[in-house]
């Protein structure tokens, strides 16, 4: 029995420590399934459902003169400063006015003008490519508060 370990071990002899590996997959595995758990029960939150408002009664639209009006119709049919564009030419226009704004030492700012019907999709893919020109100041027309009326054309804010 010389330097084995298959034999009973003297009563005063040390025992070389082992880390137990079964219980550490085991705790491993219930700290996974625990954090897919909350992070399943928090998508829930993010989900809760609301009623937008139409705009607060005191508020003013900006009035600038040097917005850049983008208009998305219920079908997807974009239009700047009320001439009718293709996506495809989105940034290539945004561009060129960011270039003339940047002569003129302003910021470029674009007013987005949805219709009420029209998909989300269409309205984030609009945004999407005026984000990709590095256009940072957005607004957006809304109604003002009061009952919903029938949609109706949205002009830029004018002096």
Do not use: C, W
Request: charged content about 30%; overall charge positive; glycine content about 6%.
């Amino acid at each position: 029995m010389a330097g084995g370990s298959s034999g009973p071990t003297k009563p005063g002899a040390r025992r070389r420590a082992r880390i137990e590996i079964i219980p550490l997959i085991d705790i491993m595995f219930f700290l996974l399934a625990s954090f897919m758990l909350v992070s399943m029960s928090m998508l829930k939150v993010q989900g809760l459902k609301v009623q937008l408002p139409t705009g607060i009664k005191t508020s003013l639209p900006e009035n600038k003169p040097d917005f850049l009006t983008l208009s998305i119709t219920k079908t997807g049919d974009l239009g700047i400063d009320k001439e009718p564009i293709r996506a495809e030419e989105l940034i290539p226009r945004l561009l060129k006015r960011i270039e003339e704004d940047a002569r003129m030492k302003r910021e470029t700012r674009v007013y987005v003008n949805a219709d009420r019907d029209t998909p989300h999709g269409l309205v984030v893919d609009a945004l999407d490519r005026v984000r990709t020109a590095k256009i940072t100041h957005i607004s957006f027309a809304i109604q003002s508060g009061g009952p919903v009326e029938p949609a109706k054309t949205v002009d830029a804010p004018t002096k």
